[in-house]
C-alpha cells in the first residue's frame, strides 16, 4: 500500500514537516534522533535542517527513496533504514529523541513499539508524537478506517509507563498535510521525556 500511495511525483503528505513537530522541536535534545514511519522524509529533514543527526525508519522503499531526494533538495543528510516497525530493533538508551508522527498501526505492534521506545531513549531523551484519536473517524479526514491504529491519551498514559509527560492532549484541529491529511482532525499529542 505505501509504496503504491508514494509512487507519484507529488508528496502524499506534503514536503512541510507536521505542525505540531515544528511548533515543539525545542523539546527535543540535540543529538540523535530516530523517526518512526517516515514516510517521503518532510519530517526527518525538517529535524536535519535544525541541526539533529536523524535516522529515519519506514517499511516503504519508495518512500524512503524520496526522502533521501528531499534531503539533498533541502542541503541535509539523513540516515535511511528500510524495515518493518514490528521487527525494528531501535536499541537500549541510544536516542536522545524519538518522533512519531500520524504512525497508523495496530494496537498490539503500537503496544509492543512504545516499550521499545521507552528502553531505546538515552535518559533525558524526549519522545513527540501527534496521532488520530477514534473521534477521528467522524472526520474522515485522513488516519484510514480503524480505530485499532488510532490512540487515546490514556492509552498512551499506559503505554508509555516509565516516561515523565510534559504534554498530554487530545484536541481537534486544522491538519493540512498533502493530499491524505486535509481537514478538522482529532488528534492527541504527547511530549515525553525519560527520566536522568
Known amino acids: 500500500m505505501w509504496d503504491e500511495r508514494y509512487s507519484t511525483d507529488d508528496y502524499a ?27 517521503e522524509g ?28 528531499l534531503a539533498e533538495a533541502h542541503g541535509v543528510a539523513i540516515e535511511r533504514v528500510h524495515a518493518d516497525l514490528a521487527e525494528f530493533d531501535p536499541g537500549e538508551a541510544c536516542w536522545d529523541g524519538v ?13 509492543a513499539l512504545h516499550r521499545k521506545v521507552v528502553a531505546a531513549l538515552k535518559p533525558g531523551g524526549v519522545f513527540v508524537l501527534e496521532a488520530y484519536t477514534p473521534a477521528q473517524l467522524q472526520h474522515r479526514t485522513g488516519g484510514g478506517s480503524s480505530a485499532d491504529t488510532m490512540v487515546t491519551a490514556a492509552m498512551l498514559h499506559e503505554e508509555l509507563a516509565g516516561l515523565d509527560f510534559r504534554h498530554l492532549r487530545e484536541l481537534e484541529r486544522e491538519v493540512i498535510e498533502g493530499t491524505y491529511h486535509t481537514g478538522l482532525g482529532a488528534v492527541v499529542q504527547l511530549i515525553a521525556a525519560k527520566p536522568v
Do not use: H
Request: with cysteine; charged share 20%; hydrophobic share 45%.
Open 13 to 39: 503528505y506534503g514536503t512541510a514537516p507536521n505542525g505540531f513537530l515544528a511548533d515543539n522541536v525545542a523539546a527535543l535534545p540535540k543529538g540523535r534522533v530516530l523517526s518512526l514511519a517516515e514516510g
Open 42 to 69: 518532510r519530517n526527518a529533514v525538517f529535524l536535519a535542517t535544525q541541526g539533529y543527526a536523524v535516522t529515519a525508519v519506514d517499511a516503504s522503499r519508495v518512500g524512503l527513496e524520496k526522502a533521501g531526494r
Open 99 to 111: 518522533v512519531s508522527i500520524f504512525c497508523p498501526l495496530p494496537s498490539v505492534l503500537r503496544k
